[in-house]
């Protein structure tokens, strides 16, 4: 998670709202991501995304379902959609999202029975440290 709070400190460093990814595979970092929708003018480059994208790149496949995903904020349903089609084994994530989360709150994707694949969810990593970024992020923006 360390690695996933570098690239959201870094997301924010860019003026983007600070989520920050990673994707591992036997303990090791395959992809990182962080939000780019602003810097690329693109609303689905969120972290996850960029992650899943990059993994995907340098493993040559789709299925990242030997891959663990490591995301600083509870993901949306677009990424929580994309988690399931790449079929990552393992979703960590630090922050819960009450308004736009879609893994514990919302549509919980995941639990749906047009979900065909649902990764084991470790909610709560790092949530203080995610959590901070966040609300300074925005208070500074307010």
């Known amino acids: 998670m360390h690695a996933a709070l570098e690239e959201a400190r870094a997301a924010a460093q860019a003026g983007e709202v600070p989520v920050g990814a990673v994707v591992t595979r036997a303990g090791e970092i395959v992809a990182r991501g962080r939000n ?49 089609l790449a079929r990552i084994n393992r979703l960590y994530f630090g922050a819960g999202d009450p308004k736009g989360g879609a893994v514990l709150h919302g549509p919980r994707l995941f639990g749906q029975p047009t979900c065909h694949h649902a990764p084991e969810v470790f909610p709560g990593i790092a949530e203080d440290a995610s959590g901070d970024l966040l609300r300074t992020f925005f208070r500074d923006r307010r």
């Open 36 to 84: 780019r929708m602003r810097e690329g003018a693109d609303p689905t480059a969120h972290a996850e995304m960029v992650a899943i994208r990059a993994a995907g790149a340098a493993l040559g496949t789709s299925r990242l379902d030997q891959c663990d995903l490591w995301v600083t904020l509870e993901p949306c349903a677009m990424c929580a959609g994309a988690i399931a």
